[in-house]
């Protein structure tokens, strides 16, 4: 990675984050949203528990709004009590469900809610940056511009665990690539730490080396890798039921039954449905790219496993394939069908990231027959899915979301055929948009209005 480019980079990124703290404070002005908005983006209202949808200028954000959201108000009690237990109380019992490692950092930074969003923006940041050096390191500012362009990244500027999780995987890849096992090992403990996903690690190691087994005839299964990671994973999980343990003794699985809080157990799916409108958009989105093109890329690698042998960097790109098919299945068998957070699970991780570099890494050549038919057989497998839940029929600004990770990807596909300028503009009109729907939800979170991640 070039200086001249990462400072670029940075740059690039520190006007991102200016753009977006701009356009939400114009939004808050009634002059700027009654005339420009208020007719196509209306917005949410909450008062005594009870959300309406309204026409009101944005809500200005605070500290006490960004720690008494959704997950961020799990967090900041953490932060402030950590797991101090009371059988009363129904936070204290479910705060068990989210793991320490994030809220500890937020305690040690002793940084209001505000102030962990920059936090959260810089290790986001880093991330990024970590991840073109490892996957895509002559397309470094291309790569960022790709992913400020994503319809997702409201999720890295509130107090969630998203960006230390991604921060703690490019730790590890970074230390993979540099051969270095203490990075690594440091890196995946830091993960495991910090969300609760070591069954889908594991299984994803464990599924990815059995796949190339059966790929490659003349790949052996890399027994010290597939060792470390597994037995490294484990013990970050175990630290953390053993310091909840402490606060309650009343099992060491006591993350796994916080869950049942949210009615996350092992159940047949009902149906597919969501907790809001915009979420289900995206978390549709979501989940037929992981099963369609996760499926066609791992199917087209089986079929061709007699003509190309496996290279290096081959494994963490089919590996996020298996973690996003993998997370996907968790959610439609834990939470009975509900896409609830799937996006959040699958697009906001750095596998899904990994993907996109990969593929740009390999000029943005998409290994797969008549991409646009695909392209179009994978829209409207979406729209079907969006038509079968009887409050999302209605195409409104609700599928902002949908839209534009519709035509992130299109665009994506189309890049390798279109010129410099081209390729500059297009992304230009992605961020923009992009900006103004993660502005919308940022909003919604403030208002403390319907769950969307």
């Keep these: 990675m070039k200086t001249k480019s990462l400072f670029l980079a940075v740059f690039i990124a520190f006007g991102y984050l200016a753009l977006f703290i701009s356009t939400y404070k114009l939004l808050e002005k009634p ?5 420009y908005f208020s007719s196509f983006m209306p917005t949410y209202e909450t008062q ?21 959201t959704m997950d961020a108000y799990h967090y900041a009690c953490i932060k402030n009590n950590l797991y101090n237990y009371d059988p009363n109380d129904e936070v204290s019992r479910s705060n068990f469900a989210f793991f320490p490692l994030f809220p500890l950092a937020w305690k040690i930074s002793m940084l209001s809610g505000k102030g962990i969003i920059i936090v959260n923006f810089l290790l986001h940041l880093a991330s990024i940056l970590i991840l073109t050096l490892v996957f895509c390191p002559k397309s470094v500012v291309q790569s960022l511009l790709v992913i400020f362009a994503l319809p997702t990244l409201t999720v890295f500027l509130i107090p969630y665990s998203e960006a230390l999780f991604m921060f703690s995987i490019s730790i590890a890849l ?120 996760g499926g066609i890329i791992l199917f087209s690698k089986f079929l ?67 991409p ?3 392209y179009t057989l994978f829209l409207i497998l979406c729209v079907l899915f969006i038509e079968t839940a009887w409050y999302s029929r209605e195409w409104n600004f609700s599928k902002t979301g949908f839209v534009l990770l519709s035509s992130n990807l299109l665009f994506f596909i189309l890049m390798q055929y279109i010129n410099n300028a081209q390729r500059y503009i297009g992304l230009g009109i992605l961020i923009l948009t992009g900006i103004i729907w993660n502005c919308y939800l940022l909003n919604m979170f403030v208002t403390k209005a319907w769950i969307f991640l």
């Design 31 to 35: 002059a700027i949203y009654n005339r």
């Design 48 to 68: 005594n528990n009870s959300t309406e949808v309204v026409k009101k200028p944005f809500t200005a954000t605070s500290a006490k709004s960004f720690e008494e």
């Design 174 to 293: 970074l230390g993979w690539k540099r051969q270095n096992n203490m990075l690594y090992i440091l890196g995946l403990l830091l993960a495991s730490m910090t969300r609760p996903v070591f069954i889908l690690l594991i299984g994803a190691a464990i599924a990815t080396e059995i796949f190339f087994l059966i790929c490659d005839k003349k790949r052996k299964i890399q027994y010290k890798q597939l060792i470390i990671t597994i037995s490294t994973v484990l013990t970050g999980t175990f630290l953390v039921t053993l310091f909840q343990w402490t606060y309650h003794h009343g099992s060491l699985l006591t993350f796994i039954n916080a869950q049942k809080h949210w009615g996350t157990f092992l159940q047949v799916p009902g149906g597919i449905v969501d907790w809001s409108r915009e979420g289900y958009g995206m978390n549709v989105w979501a989940l037929v790219f992981c099963c369609v093109f």
């Design 304 to 370: 061709r496993r007699k003509e190309l042998e496996t290279e290096t960097y081959d494994y963490w790109y089919y590996f996020s394939w298996i973690y996003m098919i993998l997370a996907t299945l968790f959610v439609l068998l834990l939470q009975g069908g509900c896409l609830h957070s799937l996006y959040r699970y699958t697009l906001c991780t750095p596998f899904f990231y990994i993907i996109i570099f990969q593929h740009l890494n390999n000029g943005n050549k998409l290994s797969l027959s008549k």
């Design 372 to 374: 646009l038919l695909i």
